[in-house]
């Protein structure tokens, strides 16, 4: 069997001890051990603008782990925008920039602006979205309602944005 996904900072001497804690794996032979999983990124708020171009030179771009993003689809959704905006530097067309409700465009003013002495890789998070206004945080206490009502924003701003 093979175990994905093991990575952690446990010397190799502690991890065997540790999962021989596990029942039926008292006298397992461990092939190969977990190890520290490092992320290469740049500092994006420093270098990056939210197009995903580079500050210094607005036809060069950033996308996917590389700029601090973390998981599949917020790297795939950051390539496509680099992609397209890409192109559209080529052409010397105005950069497109999601909406900061939605998850794509909260991703790429966080990996930009994001205002901390140590910047840290990120998965999207609903704590990453533009924040509801005071009136509606405070007559939907239910988070899940919140979460909604975020989501249906971030949807109607996204069609309103993709029609532009």
Request: aromatic content about 10%; glycine content about 8%.
């Amino acid at each position: 069997y093979g175990m994905v996904g093991f990575q952690n900072h446990l010397r190799y001497g502690e991890q065997a001890r540790v999962l021989r804690l596990i029942p039926g794996l008292e006298n397992a032979e461990f092939l190969q051990f977990g190890q520290i999983h490092r992320n290469t990124f740049i500092n994006s708020p420093k270098i990056l603008e939210a197009t995903l171009a580079t500050r210094r030179n607005p036809h060069l771009f950033f996308a996917g782990q590389i700029t601090g993003v973390e998981g599949y689809i917020e790297s795939t959704a950051t390539g496509w925008l680099a992609g397209i905006n890409a192109v559209r530097a080529l052409h010397n067309e105005t950069l497109l920039l999601p909406p900061a409700s939605s998850a794509l465009g909260a991703l790429c003013r966080y990996v930009s602006g994001v205002e901390t002495g140590n910047f840290q890789p990120v998965n999207i998070t609903f704590g990453l979205l533009e924040p509801l206004p005071d009136e509606l945080r405070k007559k939907y206490r239910d988070k899940r309602q919140r979460h909604m009502i975020q989501v249906d924003r971030a949807l109607k701003d996204w069609d309103d944005f993709v029609a532009s």
